[in-house]
């Protein structure tokens, strides 16, 4: 199966949220895993947020940017990304 994955399904695998487990569970049955060009900015800007909220600390923030960092999508209007 192909799997798109707007942000807030994206932000699931970095931080435990309602459906965290769902979105988990298609990822690893999905053959590909798609996604719109802006979402990896939408997303590092939903981690500095969430940062800010206080859900990370300094330690687990820097380490989740740099796990989302490494896996950054090549610039198309729908990329692939983590397959």
Known sequence: MIL???TSALIKRYV??????????LWADAKMIVTSSVAYTESLSALC???REGL?????????MASF????????EVA???Q
């Open 69 to 76: 960092k490494s896996k950054k999508p090549p610039p198309k």
């Open 16 to 25: 435990i949220e309602d459906y965290s487990d769902k979105v988990d569970e």
């Open 49 to 51: 947020c969430k940062f």
């Open 80 to 82: 692939s990304f983590w």
């Open 56 to 64: 990370f600390s300094e330690l687990e923030y820097s380490e989740t």
């Open 4 to 6: 798109y994955c707007d």
